[in-house]
């Protein structure tokens, strides 16, 4: 976030901003870590060869991580996520591609092996996330929902069915908890930022607030004026 975003976007160990009223701040950040990664990578019986690409029965450590292409600050972040893994002797090809064909049949049938993308609750400020992550939510399997990864744990399906059900916030907020705390161990995904826009206005302006749930900077114009 430092090098790329220059620090403006916070962190976020959840599909939820930060701000979110839902967000879980229990969630501890397990770190950046190359060393004990590739012990693990050790561990699971992936060896580095002669050529310094770990493989495992005759398969060599190789994926692809898409993004759309003229994404700049994506694209460098991919070149420097591919660095990283190559430290630990494993290979990703950057494999970007034009919007249009990324957003295409390549994620809604699951034709990809890692993308990098902004992924936003579906429903705007509210916390539920079934049709990224229930399991019946695969459109490749089911032809509805947009759950591209393809992830299924009974579990969060049950909290996902039980979530959207509480009217209750403080009870809501008990579930989504356990719905992040279980997706940061599944990693089914891996949040890295939540996006932050950056708007001018002249300091005559008064009234203007800063909402990041809503789709237009304009939400509370009624309350501008010139001072």
Known sequence: RKDIYYGVPPGTLSYLHPTHWAYNHKLKDRGFNLKKAAEMLEGAGWKLGSDGIRAKNGVKLKFTMSTTAGAKAREQAEAMIQADWKKIGVVMEIKNMPASVVW????????????????????????????????????????????????????????????????????????????????????????????????????????????????????????????
């Not at 356990?178 to 599944?186: A, H, P, S, T």
Request: glycine letters at 8%; a negative charge.
């Open 104 to 227: 295409g049949e390549y994620t809604t049938k699951s034709q990809f092996d890692t993308l990098m993308v902004g992924w936003e609750p579906t429903v705007g400020m509210d916390p539920d996330y079934t049709a990224r992550c229930h399991s019946k939510q695969i459109p490749v399997k089911h032809g509805v929902g947009s759950n591209y990864v393809q992830y299924e744990n009974p579990e969060l399906d049950k909290l996902l069915e039980e979530g959207v059900l509480i009217s209750d916030m403080a009870k809501r907020k008990e579930v989504y908890d356990r719905i992040q705390e279980i997706l940061y161990e599944d990693v089914p995904f891996a949040p890295i930022l939540a996006y932050v826009f950056i708007y001018g206005k002249k300091s005559s302006v008064k009234g203007y607030e800063i909402n990041p749930y809503v789709t237009d900077i304009t939400w509370n114009i009624q309350d501008w004026n010139w001072g």
